[in-house]
C-alpha cells in the first residue's frame, strides 16, 4: 500500500506583522505544503515578506472582529490538515516532528488549532491542541462560535 499524500496548510491572518512574520514562516516550512496569509492590509512589510517566503497573500481589510479574518485564511486553504497560527508564534522542532508522524499516519484527520495559546508563553510544543474532524471526513464538523466586537 502507498502512503497517502497529505497536505498541511498553514493558515494565519496577520496585521503589521513585519517583525514575526519570518521567523513563523520559516518555523514551518518543512511541514507545510501550503501557507495562507490573510493579511488586514498592513501599512508595514508584512505582505511582501509572507510572499518572499512562498506564502500565498490575500489582501483584506482589517476588521475589528479579527476573527473574521482568521476564518478567511482557514477558508481558503486546500489541505487535508490545517494549522493556524498566529505570526508570534513559532513551531519548535519537536512540535513540527509530531505533526508529521500525525499526519502521517492519518489515524484521526483533522484540523490542529491551539488552545489558548495567549496564556500559555512559550513553544507551542507546550501547548494543548484542539482536533477536530478534516472536511473530508464522514463526521460533522464541531462548530466553534465567535462572539460579536
Same mark, same amino acid.
Given at each position: 500500500?502507498?502512503?497517502?499524500?497529505?497536505? #498541511?496548510?498553514?493558515? #494565519?491572518?496577520?496585521?503589521?506583522?513585519?517583525?514575526?512574520?519570518? @521567523?513563523?514562516?520559516?518555523?514551518?516550512?518543512? &511541514?507545510?505544503?501550503?501557507?495562507?496569509?490573510? @493579511?488586514?492590509?498592513?501599512? @508595514?512589510?508584512?505582505?511582501? &515578506? /509572507?510572499?518572499?517566503?512562498?506564502?500565498?497573500?490575500?489582501?483584506?481589510?482589517? #476588521?475589528?472582529?479579527?476573527?473574521?479574518?482568521?476564518?478567511? /485564511?482557514? %477558508?481558503?486553504?486546500?489541505? %487535508?490538515? &490545517?494549522?493556524?497560527? @498566529? /505570526? %508570534?508564534?513559532?513551531?519548535?522542532?519537536?512540535?513540527?516532528?509530531?505533526?508529521?508522524?500525525?499526519?502521517?499516519?492519518?489515524?484521526?484527520?483533522?484540523?490542529?488549532?491551539?488552545?489558548?495559546?495567549?496564556? #500559555?508563553?512559550?513553544?507551542? %510544543?507546550?501547548?494543548?491542541?484542539?482536533?477536530?474532524?478534516?472536511?473530508?471526513?464522514?463526521?460533522?464538523?464541531?462548530?466553534?462560535?465567535? /462572539?460579536?466586537?
Amino acid at each position: 500500500m502507498e502512503p497517502k499524500n497529505i497536505k #498541511l496548510s498553514v493558515a #494565519l491572518a496577520v496585521y503589521n506583522e513585519e517583525s514575526n512574520i519570518a @521567523d513563523c514562516l520559516e518555523s514551518i516550512k518543512g &511541514i507545510a505544503s501550503e501557507i495562507i496569509v490573510v @493579511d488586514g492590509e498592513s501599512s @508595514d512589510r508584512t505582505a511582501q &515578506i /509572507a510572499k518572499h517566503l512562498g506564502a500565498t497573500v490575500i489582501s483584506t481589510p482589517n #476588521l475589528s472582529n479579527f476573527h473574521i479574518n482568521k476564518q478567511k /485564511a482557514i %477558508d481558503a486553504c486546500t489541505g %487535508d490538515w &490545517i494549522l493556524q497560527l @498566529d /505570526a %508570534d508564534e513559532r513551531v519548535s522542532s519537536m512540535l513540527a516532528k509530531e505533526i508529521k508522524k500525525i499526519i502521517e499516519t492519518d489515524l484521526s484527520g483533522g484540523r490542529l488549532l491551539p488552545q489558548t495559546p495567549q496564556l #500559555l508563553p512559550g513553544p507551542l %510544543d507546550e501547548q494543548r491542541w484542539d482536533v477536530s474532524r478534516p472536511r473530508n471526513s464522514p463526521f460533522p464538523q464541531r462548530q466553534s462560535q465567535v /462572539a460579536p466586537s
